[in-house]
């Protein structure tokens, strides 16, 4: 008998093509299974069927999913460790073991305070000195850290500055000057600084000042206004020497700076020299021998590491190695007798570090490397035959002088590597020289703190592949330890607010004024124009008054010499206050004053209005001005302002013989003007130096008559 079938639906479809049987009944339809299962059992099975088979494929597709997204974040994870900064967030995390450490931190669900204790443990035991052993339980990272020092800008917190410190990336930082903060801002700076490196590593930082005094003292409206070098050479006099240096030290260790690039220990024997001037001693051997070693003694005992600057001598050199690279074209002979005695003299008495030059010197090294990066002149010169033992620092690596050195980076082929391969190259070229602390201060001199990051990732695996000898590495790290220990750095910070009170105090303000009378040189005096003949005025008289109240009368004063004429001539702004400086100091003096202030440049129309006041009146004295310097960045020396020669040319040719020349700041202008009979000499152009040149001119004080320089170019 034939059985109508309904049509099916998907269940049902399902259950046939499953191969199960139909049935039905007189009374109702009925599927029957094999198993005598009904249909509604069987709907029900198949649709927990489907139920399982649907939730697989939901699984299925969550797990490539999730698979997917673990991947992914696998490929960003390791990318971002392939970055600077990501590899040092991650070993801030998690100390990681390299095949050069034999002993390794492992610091696991600890406390901050816990995980600082470990690393003080595990790092240096400050009540002792450090030992090899010491230095070789350090991980790689944190060594090449302390051979690395760069330029912050001031009071400048940032998080990026903060991570540094921490993971101990640097070992030293040099503070960027500044015209503007408060001696408050920048102690509590360099606490902070401290205080950071400290937190982590337990490892304290050089932090430097490149102070050299009178325009290059960093905290000028800080700071004593301290003489330069030349001033002190001028002076000439080891004890005031060290005075000099144990007051200026002590108050840049009130600031919290513990090193300073200073002294100079250049011979400036070449008066064209572009970059060294006036911040030498001077331009024999022997006196910058003496003086500078009592610089440097006076530093120390202020408890300031003294770097003696640069090695082999940069002072006989008509290039600036911020620009270009200088040679320094004499035989060794001449060497020994010149450029080498002051480094050899600082080196004798102990000096602690000694600050390369980017110079060449063909004849100590052929390659014409500069000493930066010539093995010769550090190891087989400074090391062995000077038998120097303390800490040697570059100049900064960025300056262009080595902008034209030739590296061949590996996996280049053949040309000559550029931008930041070409400054990597430069930092393992220093280090394979023999430099112990390298110093960066970046574009603008300002480091960039992200470069370093792979600044000390290429050094880290320059070691390991063994490019840069690791045990020369290690003795750099010693030397560099153990004069933080011989200085006491790890236990003097915080450094108190109240050693602030050294600035500018009593004893070194009159200290300051001092050495600036002792440093104002007459070089002629041929007319015998000094000291000024000055008239005084006379006192006023009092009145006398009759005891009848009825007749007055007064007592007259002698009739007072007629008024001197003065003129003064100054460029510039800050020698443009010379002229109340001497208004001020001729107030009881009856004179005529002209002060006309110029600018540097001189314009014609600042030429013409001096030129008709000197041609269409009567002057007994002028006194003129000569401030040649160079106020660009990073530029230190004097130049010459060519309208300022002029200027001086057309005023000799018309009244000579009144006129007094007082060159400010390069003693080597005289060489560009006629021959003034009448000229005095001043380092620096601060306000104590000039109060000084008043009392000079005014007689009060005896002019120096030593002149720290060799002026034999030209017939006096």
Known sequence: MMVSVPKLDYRERTIKKNKYYLASSSIEETVVSPKGETVIDLQDKEEDKLKKKNAAILNSRIFCLLSATIILSFIIFFFYLSTEQGFFNVRLMAEKKTPHEKEVRVIENQSSEDEAKIARQNNIN??????????????????????????????????????????????????????????????????????????????????????????????????????????????????????????????????GFNLVFSPVLDVNSNPDNPIIGVRSLGSRPEEVSRLGVSVFKGFEAAGMIAVGKHFPGHGDTSEDSHVQLPVVKHGYDRLEEFEFPPFMSAIREGIPALMTAHVAVPAVDSSNNPATLSRVLLQEVLRKRFGFEGVIVSDSLNMEALKDIKFKEEGESGDSATGDNKLLGIFKAAFKAGVDVVLETGTNYVSDISHLFRVHRYLMREVEVQAIDEDQINQSVLRVLRLKYRFGLYGRYPVPESALSVLRCERHSNMSQRFAEKSINILRNDHGLLPLSLPTLPPPQPTLQAADDAARSTVSSPAPLPPVSILIITPGEEVSLFGNVFSKSTIHHNINLTHIPISHEVSQQEMDKVMARVNEHHHDYVLLFFHHY???????????????????????????????????????????????????????????????????????????THLPIDLERKTL
């Open 126 to 255: 400050w009540e002792e000195e450090p030992t090899e052993e010491m230095v070789k339980q350090l991980p790689l990272d944190v060594r090449i850290g302390q051979l690395l020092m760069v330029k912050v800008s001031d009071v400048e917190q940032t998080n990026e500055l903060v991570q540094v410190l921490r993971s101990g990336l640097v070992g030293g930082v040099l503070v960027n000057r500044s015209f503007t903060h408060q001696n408050k801002a920048i102690q509590s700076f360099t606490n902070w600084l401290q205080s950071n490196a400290l937190t982590d590593r337990a490892i304290p930082l050089f932090i430097a000042s490149d102070d050299e005094g009178g325009r290059y003292i960093n905290y000028p409206n800080l700071q004593t206004e301290w003489p330069n070098l030349m001033g002190i050479g001028a002076v000439n006099d080891e004890k005031e020497a060290f005075n000099y240096g144990e007051a200026y030290g002590r108050e840049l260790r009130a600031l």
């Open 630 to 704: 160079n106020h660009l960045p990073c530029c230190f020396t004097p130049l010459i302002y060519p309208a300022q020669v002029e200027l001086g040319t057309q005023i000799y040719n018309k009244i000579k013989d009144k006129v007094i020349v007082i060159s400010v700041e390069n003693p080597y202008d005289l060489f560009k003007y006629p021959p003034f009979p009448t000229h005095l000499i001043a380092y620096n152009s601060r306000p104590v130096t000039l109060r000084a040149i008043v009392s000079v001119l005014m007689g009060k004080i005896t002019a120096n």
